[in-house]
C-alpha cells in the first residue's frame, strides 16, 4: 500500500512539474522578444528577422509549445540563448554549489535549533525561555535579504572577517548560510519546543521520571525521538525554501548557484535557461517530499499502516500545528492542533 502511494505521488509530481513548466513557458513568452535581447542595438531590420526565423519564433504559438513540449519530455530543453550552450547542463554544473550551500546550512540550524528547543522546554515560560522565544521570534520574522545586506556590511566590509561575495574554501560559504539558516532556526525551534513541552507531559515520561531517570536522559532517549515528525515536517517544508531564498541569497553573495543562475537567466529573458532551472528545482523539492515521507515511514511505523493516506493526513496536520505555533507570541501551538499533531511512539520499555 506504501509503494502505491508513492508511486502515486510520483506520477502526481511530475503532472504539477510539467503544469508548472508551462506556466512559466507562457509568462516568459509575454515578456520579451529573445530576438532583440540577442541582438546588439546597431542590428538592422533584415538580421532581426532573419534570427527571428532562425529560432523558430515566427512559427504558430502552439507549434512553438508543441515543440518545447517534446523536448521537455526527453529532458531536452534546447541551446541557452545567452550561452549558446545546451541549457540543462549549465544548471546541472550549479548543482554542486547549491547542495554545498544547502548542506551547510542544515548543519548550522539544525543542531541550534534542537539545542534552543531542548533548553527552552526544559524550563517553560522561565526567564531563559522567554529570551529565547524572543530570539526565535525575531528569527522567523526578519527578511534573508536585509539580514545578508547587514552581515556584508557589518562583518565583511567593516571588520573584514570573512569574504562576502564568490566561491572558494568554506570561508566563503559561511555568511550565506548563516543568512539562510535564521529564519530555520527560529522556526525549528519554536516547533521543537512546542513538542518537548507536550511530550514532556505525557504519562510515560512521568513513570520515568518516578524511576530516577534524569531530564536530559529522558529527553535524549525517549522524549526528542518522539517529538520528530512535527520537526521534521516543518525542516522539510525549510528544506523547500532554501531553493527560493536562494534565488536571493546566491545574488546577494555571488554564489555560483542555481539561484543565481536563475535571476540571471531571467533578466536576459533566457527561456530555456529559465526552464532547465524550474526543472531541476522542481526535482529536487520532489525528492525532499519523498525522502521525508520515507522518514516518516522510519520514525513512526504505523504511518504505514494507513498507507500514502496516512502520511498525507499527518503532514497536514504538521504542517497546521507548526503554522499556529510560528503565530503564536509564545511560541505555543493552540491545545487541538497540538493533540492533532502529536504522532509520538511511547516506547514499550521505559528501563
Request: proline share 6%; glycine share 8%.
Amino acid at each position: 500500500m506504501l509503494a502505491r502511494y508513492f508511486f502515486k505521488r510520483v506520477l502526481y509530481s511530475l503532472a504539477v512539474m510539467l503544469v508548472v513548466l508551462v506556466l512559466v513557458w507562457i509568462l516568459v513568452n509575454q515578456v520579451g522578444d529573445p530576438a532583440r535581447l540577442i541582438l546588439p542595438p546597431s542590428a538592422d531590420q533584415q538580421l532581426y528577422l532573419d534570427t527571428r526565423a532562425a529560432m523558430g519564433l515566427d512559427d504558430p504559438l502552439l507549434e512553438q509549445f508543441w515543440r518545447s513540449f517534446s523536448g521537455w519530455l526527453q529532458a531536452d530543453f534546447g541551446n541557452s540563448l545567452w550561452q549558446k550552450v545546451p541549457a540543462l547542463p549549465l544548471v546541472l554544473d550549479r548543482i554542486p554549489a547549491t547542495l554545498l550551500l544547502t548542506l551547510c546550512t542544515f548543519l548550522i540550524a539544525i543542531p541550534l535549533a534542537l539545542a534552543l528547543g531542548v533548553v527552552s522546554a526544559l524550563r517553560p515560560d522561565g526567564l531563559l525561555d522567554r529570551v529565547l522565544t524572543t530570539v526565535s521570534l525575531a528569527g522567523v520574522s526578519i527578511a534573508d535579504f536585509w539580514l545578508g545586506l547587514m552581515l556584508i556590511l557589518v562583518v565583511g566590509v567593516q571588520f573584514h572577517l570573512l569574504p562576502t561575495s564568490g566561491y572558494g574554501g568554506l570561508e566563503y560559504v559561511i555568511l550565506p548560510a548563516l543568512t539562510l539558516a535564521f529564519r530555520p532556526i527560529g522556526r525549528l525551534a519554536q516547533v521543537a519546543r512546542s513538542a518537548l513541552v507536550e511530550e514532556m507531559q505525557k504519562p510515560y515520561i512521568v513513570t520515568l521520571r518516578a524511576q530516577g531517570m534524569s531530564e536530559g536522559r529522558i529527553i535524549r532517549r525517549h522524549a526528542l525521538k518522539n517529538s520528530m515528525i512535527p520537526i521534521i515536517t516543518v525542516g522539510s517544508d525549510e528544506l523547500a525554501s532554501f531553493l527560493n531564498g536562494a534565488v536571493v541569497i546566491e545574488t546577494i553573495f555571488a554564489w555560483p548557484g542555481i539561484g543565481s543562475l536563475f535571476i540571471q537567466a531571467i533578466n536576459r529573458r533566457d527561456l530555456p535557461l529559465v526552464l532547465a532551472c524550474v526543472f531541476v528545482i522542481a526535482a529536487m523539492v520532489i525528492l525532499v517530499n519523498l525522502v521525508v515521507d520515507l522518514a516518516y515511514a522510519w520514525i513512526d511505523p504505523r504511518a504505514t499502516i494507513t498507507g500514502g493516506g496516512g502520511l498525507r493526513r499527518r503532514r497536514r496536520r504538521m504542517r497546521q500545528s507548526a503554522a499556529a505555533v510560528a503565530e503564536s507570541p509564545t511560541g505555543q501551538a493552540p491545545a487541538q492542533l497540538a493533540t492533532a499533531s502529536s504522532g509520538a511512539v511511547e516506547p514499550s520499555r521505559m528501563s
